[in-house]
């Protein structure tokens, strides 16, 4: 069975017309054999069958092969476009309870017959979404970001600035009280915090940490122990979720040749892991 038939398998017969509101463009499509499957969600959509409005997240998704003859990816997607589009839905499956709601909102694209479209309702949102909307405290400057529902700045991490990613309390809401309150508490004791994440990541990648280095033949290469472990690491950025949790990216000097280090921390402070990522 082709990849086009088992796509077009999973969702329902009936072509129709809808409004959407775009969160982000196209930045990437996963790969299905000889085709590429691109995606973009949406923050809002307006069924034209019955003019009906719906304030949920969801997504648009199609098919292109690939190949040299390939052009970007089959269509463009302005942040925040309306677009009239002809789609099919999803058939609806029985989510597991890690999977978002917006699983069963998705549309495959059949076409764009209209850019720039215009509907009042969008308009609202496309407004109230485009207006910045920024967090001024003692800590520095955080702009929201809409396309991950976050609040992006630089804060001071024991001597060295970082960037600072604040999840927002709701999905694409418009505060992030939580993670800020964590990322306060944090860095109010910065030594203590930066002395444990550091510790427990040389406790857990130190041994792996020779052996990339033995794997290098680096001649005359120095034995790397915890202690020059943790002077190595380099904080770059951390991420801070509504519910407490961290995840914090340290940069690795080249020890695992250029890949951060990534500490993953639960909402009551305990350390759960550090593995090298990127």
């Given at each position: ?114 850019e720039n ?13 485009s207006k ?110 509504s519910d ?35």
């Amino acid at each position: 069975m082709s990849v086009q038939t088992d796509f077009e398998k999973e969702f329902e017969t009936e072509e129709y017309e809808m409004l959407i509101l775009v969160q982000s463009p196209c930045k990437g499509a996963a790969n299905i054999k000889d085709m590429l499957k691109p995606f973009v969600d949406f923050l809002a959509s307006i069924d034209l069958r019955t003019g009906q409005f719906f304030h949920e997240k969801g997504r648009v998704e199609w098919l292109i092969k690939n190949d040299n003859k390939r052009n970007g990816w089959g269509y463009k997607f302005e942040q925040f476009g309306i677009y009239r589009v002809t789609v099919r839905k999803c058939i609806p499956q029985k989510l597991l309870p890690y999977q978002s709601q917006y699983i069963n909102n998705r549309y495959m694209l059949i076409n764009v017959l209209e850019e720039n479209a215009s509907n009042e309702k969008l308009e609202a949102l496309k407004e109230y979404y485009s207006k910045p909307i920024s967090i001024e405290n003692e800590l520095g400057s955080f702009a929201i970001d809409r396309e991950f529902s976050w609040f992006e700045g630089i804060v001071n991490w024991n001597g060295v600035e970082v960037n600072a990613y604040l999840e927002t309390d709701e999905e694409d809401g418009d505060t992030a009280k939580q993670a800020m309150k964590v990322l306060k508490k944090v860095l109010d004791n910065i030594v203590e915090h930066d002395t444990k994440y550091r510790e427990f990541a040389a406790q857990e990648l130190t041994e792996l940490a020779n052996e990339w280095m033995d794997a290098s033949d680096e001649i005359d290469a120095e034995e790397i122990t915890k202690e020059i472990f943790m002077k190595r690491m380099e904080m770059s950025e951390i991420i801070v979720s509504s519910d407490g949790s961290l995840s914090l990216f340290y940069n690795d000097d080249d020890m695992f040749w250029g890949h951060a280090i990534e500490i993953e921390v639960k909402p009551n402070g305990e350390i759960i892991s550090a593995n090298i990522a990127g």
